[in-house]
């Protein structure tokens, strides 16, 4: 017996999972969490009432459940991910003798890697006086283009508000990066970012997925879920591909935008959210409304500040920037001794179109380095189509042959919208030749940087 009369047995239940310096998190088999203790919850930074009853992956994204798997997860420090640090977690089963009856899931507070993000070059930049896109969040997006520097300046003002931000642009051009370089430099940033890939996610269960749902809600609701919403209580939620949405799910994001409250599928509680939304698409969602297959008044309770992130193409003076970035940061994901590229191998990146962006790059980048034999990367190093492009000649875009290749939707708009100014010197008689209106003409030549 203790003094204050606790047997040694009662303390050790209620304190010892909790004073282990340690991170545990204990799941069912199915990989619902269980219980989670205080180095848990600090260092993935949610309460453990909010996760407990929630799926694993939920929480960890990555995480595998498996008989001592290893998953790395990131934990951000202060207020950017200028400093992220990666821990690692063991998962192993917990089981009796001959079934498993859960998870445990166990990482320490020994960090396994820093990534010091370079600096954007301040010389590069533009500043205006309340701007300071250097400091903090925003300094691991690279890139000192005219056309990258306003979108992250339109970024960095809106991070002072919470206003729901619209963040548009093709795939792999850094709207994730940017929607967390928003949530960093805002006053949420202590609380939760929780992302929602909206295409990733089964229509029927989506509904579960961003509200939750109550136990017997449904077949299968084993269990309460906290639905994304709910997670992202003080935080930013980002909602990717949101232009995928269904409708039926368009009007139940409205009432969450319009009244900042929900209900849990199957419950009959309103939940009030206190979220900052961060939505981003590759469609255009002005042509989605006009088509009826996005709700109008969503669309403008997401407009509120547009961003739209320029394609790699049109801002090729950023290459060089960023294989550099991508070669050092590689590098030491990769533990390889560091590389340099020849000046004919940048050139080659450069001439090439990026219809997959920053992500198409850094993955050039990445094969690049496993491929090299010596420390210098070159063209040999490159994918053939890219260096095929260098030396290629001009193609017309429309090759309409059975056996011809296409390109994307967008490169032939861009280039229809580009002759038919070139040729009428009008966004009006354009549009007149093309069958659509002046502002269509506009908006889109505006999209495809054919004009400021
Ligand atoms: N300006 C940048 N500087 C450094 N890295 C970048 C930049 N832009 C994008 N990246 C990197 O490129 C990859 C793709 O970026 P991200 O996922 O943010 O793009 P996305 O527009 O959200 O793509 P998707 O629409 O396909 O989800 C990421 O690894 C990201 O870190």
Known sequence: MCQNGKSFVEITNEKVFDSLPLGIIITDQEGTIALCNKVAEELIGFKKELIEGSPLQDVIPDVTLGNGSFTRIRVRENKSFDESKIISA?????????????????FNRHFLQTEAMPRLRSKDLDRDSDFEIADGAFKNIIGSSKRLLSALKVAAKAAKTSS??????????????????????????????????????????????????????FTGAIYQKIGKFELANGGTIFLDEIGELDKNLQSKLLRVLQEREFERVGGNRVLKTDVRIIAATHRNLQEM??????????????????IVLPSLRERKEDIPLLVEHFLRKLCIKLGVKSKSITKRAVESLYNYDWP????????????????????????????QGITNRT??????????????????????????????????????????ALGITHKTVAAKARRYGIIE
Do not use: W
Request: proline letters at 5%; one cysteine or more.
């Open 90 to 106: 063991e998962v192993n089963p917990i089981s009796d003798e001959s079934e498993i009856l859960g998870y445990s899931v166990v």
């Open 356 to 383: 997959g962006n920053v992500r198409e790059l850094e993955n050039i980048i990445e094969r690049a380095i496993n491929l090299a034999e010596t420390d210098v990367i070159d063209i040999s190093d490159l994918p």
């Open 391 to 432: 030396s290629e000649t001009k193609r017309p875009l429309i090759n309409l042959e059975p056996d011809g290749e296409l390109a994307s939707y967008d490169d032939y708009e861009k280039a229809i919208i580009k002759v038919a100014l070139n040729k009428y010197k009008s966004f009006n008689a354009a549009g007149k």
């Open 164 to 217: 729901t931000v619209l963040l548009q642009g093709e795939s792999g051009t850094g709207k994730e990066l940017v929607a967390e370089a928003i949530h960093c430099a805002s006053k949420r940033c202590d609380g939760p970012f929780i992302k929602v890939n909206c295409p990733g996610i089964p229509a029927d269960l989506m509904e579960s997925e961003l509200f939750g749902h109550e136990k017997g809600a």
């Open 289 to 306: 409304v006009s088509f009826g297959d996005f709700r109008e008044d969503l669309y403008y309770r997401l407009n509120v500040v547009p």
